[in-house]
């Protein structure tokens, strides 16, 4: 049982909605558009939760700067052509509405854009249940603390007292850099022997698992 926290903090991609490998075939369709090396699925996964453009200079490296605008152009064509077919991962909405009601602030830290987050919140019907969210592209982007550093000083919680939820090795170092607990996820974007070398509070491995822990006695 996790000891109590004020403020869960919470991914989005592959934490919350089931969105991995739609991001990683879509990377890889920009890349085959562009006449590029197509990354792998590895690769691809690796990426998932930094911002556009630390993303894109990891997985192109010898990509000039200008072309990164053409990838990034050709990434929203394909990931926008398929976003309304994801969805999220079971039990999300009533294990939110659970947290919700027990008194715990919730946000959002996500390596998506503003832009492509509050599209997500509406599709997804979940914008009520955060009192704050923060994106790529309004400071640094993972796994600097900044986002987090955000939302604790925004919402007036203590490090010690909140708990960042995520699938990557990014949202686990963003967690350290701030000084709070973290739990990895293992279902989503990375395996569980990466999330495990990058020494998270918790671990669980599925959804279930996740809401059952986050709200016990529930």
Not at 28 to 50: E, F, K, N
Not at 153 to 174: F, Q, S, W
């Amino acid at each position: 049982m996790p000891r109590e926290y004020d403020l869960y903090v919470f991914d989005w991609d592959g934490t919350l909605s089931d969105s991995a490998a739609h991001i990683v075939t879509s990377i890889q369709a920009s890349a085959r558009d562009l006449g590029l090396p197509v990354p792998s699925d590895y690769d691809s996964r690796h990426i998932i939760g930094l911002g556009l453009q630390d993303a894109l200079g990891m997985l192109f490296p010898d990509l000039s700067p200008d072309r990164y605008r053409d990838v990034a152009e050709r990434y929203k064509v394909h990931y926008l052509a398929g976003e309304t077919q994801l969805s999220l991962f079971e039990g999300v909405a009533p294990g939110l509405r659970t947290a919700q009601a027990a008194g715990r602030l919730l946000a959002v830290a996500t390596g998506k854009s503003r832009r492509g987050l509050d599209r997500a919140l509406e599709t997804t019907g979940l914008r009520e249940f955060f009192a704050a969210s923060r994106c790529a592209d309004e400071g640094f982007a993972k796994p600097h603390p900044d986002m987090l550093e955000y939302l604790l000083d925004h919402l007036g919680v203590a490090a010690d007292r909140a708990l960042m939820i995520g699938d990557t090795t990014h949202d686990v170092e963003m967690a350290h850099g701030a000084r709070m607990d973290s739990v990895a996820v293992t279902y989503g974007a990375h395996d569980p022997g990466k999330l495990a070398r990058s020494r998270p509070t918790y671990t669980v491995h599925s959804p279930r698992e996740l809401w059952q822990w986050l709200n016990p006695g529930a």
